[in-house]
């Protein structure tokens, strides 16, 4: 398997632009993460997806960041319209979904590093 | 939610073997204990994980104290490879986000040649 494939891998956009960040997990694993990183505030959890429903999305910053999971195959990250403060390194994340979810490993992608200016 | 406590840093030298602590005193009976690094420019990987027992693996050994309140991750050997971001954390079965996993700060290792 060529393990979670983020895209792109770099992006910059102008203020005010609509992003759209794409994740294609390990085929088979159920769960997904998207997480943000920063040098201020280190990886926060976004939000979490098991069987393309959203667990937990209380690391949401707010309504200009949405995320989706139609299928278990492809996830997307929205920031639309984007600003200067959403600099970052975006990840996404896939684990194998059973009940001992607790006994998992994720498995992250190289991560989109966005650019906002 | 469960919380960890670990060093900021801490420093090694090569092929010495090297003991990264974390501190998880409210750690709940079904909190598993997860440890991943993240190398430069990359994104993070998984070490290790155990609930009560110590575990050995390729790449690291994880020693758990016996109330389960405090854990260590030992690298037999360090090598310059192994200077990354250390993060222990707590994954648990039950409440609002089961199965969540959410990083703290972690301990950034550096390792001299």
């Known amino acids: 398997d060529a393990g979670v494939i983020q895209s792109p891998r770099h992006e910059v956009t102008e203020m005010g632009q609509e992003v759209t960040l794409r994740c294609k997990p390990i085929s088979g694993h159920n769960s997904l993460f998207w997480y943000r990183q920063t040098m201020m505030r280190g990886l926060e959890l976004l939000i979490y997806?098991?069987?393309?429903?959203?667990?937990?999305d209380s690391g949401m910053p707010e309504d200009r960041f949405s995320a989706k999971m139609p299928n278990a195959s492809f996830s997307t990250l929205k920031i639309q319209p984007s600003e200067p403060r959403d600099s970052a390194v975006y990840f996404c994340a896939s684990s194998p979904s059973t009940m001992w979810q607790e006994r998992t490993e994720a498995f992250f992608g190289q991560g989109t590093r966005l650019t906002v200016v | 939610d469960a919380k960890t406590t670990q060093p900021n840093s801490m420093e090694s030298n090569e092929e010495e073997p090297v003991h990264l602590p974390c501190n998880h005193s409210t750690i709940s009976g079904t909190d598993y204990i997860h440890w991943y690094r993240q190398l430069p420019s990359q994104g993070p990987e998984y070490v290790i994980h155990?609930?009560?027992s110590n575990v050995n693996n390729r790449m690291a050994s994880l020693a758990i104290a016996e109330d389960r309140k405090s854990s260590t991750l030992i690298l037999h050997r360090a090598t310059l490879r192994d200077a990354a971001v250390y993060y222990c954390i707590l994954r648990g079965r039950y409440g609002g986000s089961q199965g969540n996993l959410i990083f703290g700060k972690g301990t950034k290792l550096s390792v001299k040649p």
């Open positions: 997806f098991n069987n393309n429903v959203p667990i937990d």
């Open positions: 155990g609930l009560t």
